[in-house]
């Protein structure tokens, strides 16, 4: 059965700090893997990681996969509180695409 | 405004009623995907259309819902005889599928179901 598993689960932190999320995946015929930001509304697309080893970096965001050990993570760094949000880590499978969600990080920045 | 809508974004209902909602995806992209989110938990896929064809159905999607894309553009989603346990966010997304590996899927607004 296909399983993500994100962690924390939840993270409370202070403006300026930096946190790093996890995401480990066990999907059949894996394509790639995105991230997504959701704040009280539907998701919005932050990265598609296809191989490993290769950083994106967006901004103050950063992410990066490892297939061997089938886990990825989300850097954040200088955190502002416009980052509180649930992150979601979501491989695609081939063929169809269709994402596997993980439960997902809540993030909470406080000033 | 270019990206998924859909709508209504809020339905409230009574146990046992039918309801549709209906997804508006990017224009030119040719799959459009139906995901489930309830409260504390991701999206759950349920099925999803490569233009008019739809081409998976999740084995947890039972046979009151029905999806339909019927002239490949927008697509509706209907569920019949609604139970409490149908309360949820219902998310909309699509893609446009082609030869590289950068099918990225971008998600409308959802439609927030509630059953009573």
């Known amino acids: 059965e296909d399983k993500v598993v994100q962690s924390p689960l939840s993270l409370v932190v202070h403006e300026g700090d930096t946190v790093t999320l996890n995401c480990s995946y066990e999907?059949?015929?894996?394509?790639?893997l995105l991230w997504y930001k959701q704040e009280k509304k539907a998701p919005t697309f932050l990265f598609m990681l296809?191989?490993?080893?290769i950083e994106k970096k967006s901004g103050r965001l950063s992410s990066i996969l490892d297939k061997k050990e089938l886990f990825s993570i989300l850097n954040i760094t200088a955190t502002q509180t416009g980052d509180s949000a649930i992150y979601l880590c979501?491989?695609?499978?081939?063929?169809?695409?269709?994402?596997?969600f993980g439960k997902g990080t809540k993030l909470t920045v406080n000033p | 405004d270019t990206g998924v809508s859909q709508n209504p974004r809020h339905k409230i209902t009574k146990r046992g009623q039918n309801v549709t909602f209906r997804c508006d995806p990017i224009?030119?992209?040719?799959?459009l995907y139906w995901y489930r989110q309830t409260l504390g938990q991701g999206p759950e896929f349920l099925t999803y259309?490569?233009?008019?064809?739809?081409?998976?159905k999740s084995r947890l999607l039972s046979d009151r819902f029905s999806a339909e894309r019927p002239k490949g553009s927008f697509s509706t989603l209907e569920i019949q005889r609604t139970e409490q346990g149908d309360s949820a966010m219902y998310l909309c997304?699509?893609?446009?599928?082609?030869?590289?590996?950068?099918?990225?899927?971008?998600f409308g607004p959802g439609t927030r179901l509630t059953v009573l």
């Open positions: 979501a491989p695609a499978q081939g063929g169809s695409e269709k994402l596997v």
């Open positions: 259309f490569q233009n008019e064809a739809q081409l998976e």
């Open positions: 997304a699509s893609s446009l599928v082609s030869y590289n590996p950068t099918d990225t899927q971008y």
């Open positions: 999907v059949t015929n894996f394509r790639s």
């Open positions: 224009s030119e992209h040719n799959r």
């Open positions: 296809t191989s490993s080893g």
